[in-house]
């Protein structure tokens, strides 16, 4: 995989001694310790944001609407023959 984008970073004295101290204690690079803990982040946020968190009375709304009967506008779609079969 070519790596081809940069992302510059300007940070104190002791931000870059802080990244600096775990990037040993890891075992990593100093690059490789921020870029790791930057995806690490990022994929954490990313999927963070696509999750549904629901209190028990809206869990058991979402629930109940499940499993109650089908709207009859979705019984009348589902009885349209598909595109493919037009």
Do not use: C, Y
Not at 26 to 48: N, P, Q, V, W, Y
């Amino acid at each position: 995989m070519l790596k081809g984008e940069r992302l510059d970073l300007r940070l104190t004295t002791d931000e870059k001694a802080a990244v600096e101290r775990a990037a040993v204690i890891t075992g990593s690079t100093t690059a490789g310790f921020a870029k790791a803990s930057m995806l690490d982040a990022a994929h954490r946020i990313i999927a963070e944001a696509n999750t549904w968190r629901l209190g028990e009375a809206d869990w058991d709304a979402f629930t109940a609407a499940l499993s109650g009967p089908a709207d009859p506008r979705w019984e009348a779609f589902l009885a349209e023959p598909s595109v493919w079969q037009q």
